[in-house]
């Protein structure tokens, strides 16, 4: 019986192009999510395009382009983190600033959610709206599950970013040789960045 057991990698990069192809896996699986998302918006725009660019004339592109900016310089710290941990650097004070620009990020859209409540475009619950057009109103709510929908997994995200930090200031991520880890975690980083970079204009600048 004991013969039958066996190592289920026959070499450490074999493990890595496992981890990486689940992790591929996982990312595509996230994209068809927000796929779906982008084509209702697409639809949207195609069929009634006059309320869709009132609908997102209201929104503070403002605030929408310096999130994008915050995520944008966070997704350079963290590939320079990744690439610190390739070659066995561990560098927990760039994912912290990282960190940091991703809480700002969800602070910023806490603060664009209560503006766009008082100024009654954002369908929630018990929200006194008022909207021209039937379209205008699903545009509004196809912005606030894509956008919350993102923040939540921005939340995954920075969850990751600070489990790693913490081990890479204890000193319990071996580098290079568990570099995948972070090589995995840059990887749904950049994705969450990605898909802001297409929520942004998609919401924020139809004209």
Known sequence: MADRVREPYAA??????????????????????????FLVALHLRLEHAPEVVAASRQMHYFIGAANTALLLTSSLLVALAVEAAREGRARPAV??????????????????????????????????TEFSSPARHAFMNLYLIATALHAVHLSIGLGLLATLAVRLLRGTLPLPERSIV??????????????????YPVFYLAR
């Open 12 to 37: 450490p990069g074999q493990q890595r192009e496992a981890a990486m192809m689940g992790m591929y896996i996982f990312l595509a699986s996230e994209t068809m999510l927000f796929s779906g998302l």
């Open 182 to 199: 972070m090589v995995n975690a840059g990887l749904y980083w950049h994705l969450v960045d990605v898909i802001w970079i297409f929520l």
């Open 95 to 128: 994912l912290a600033t990282a960190i940091l620009l991703g809480l700002g990020f969800l602070a910023l859209k806490a603060v664009e959610y209560r503006m766009e409540y008082a100024e009654g475009i954002l369908p929630l619950p018990g929200a006194v």
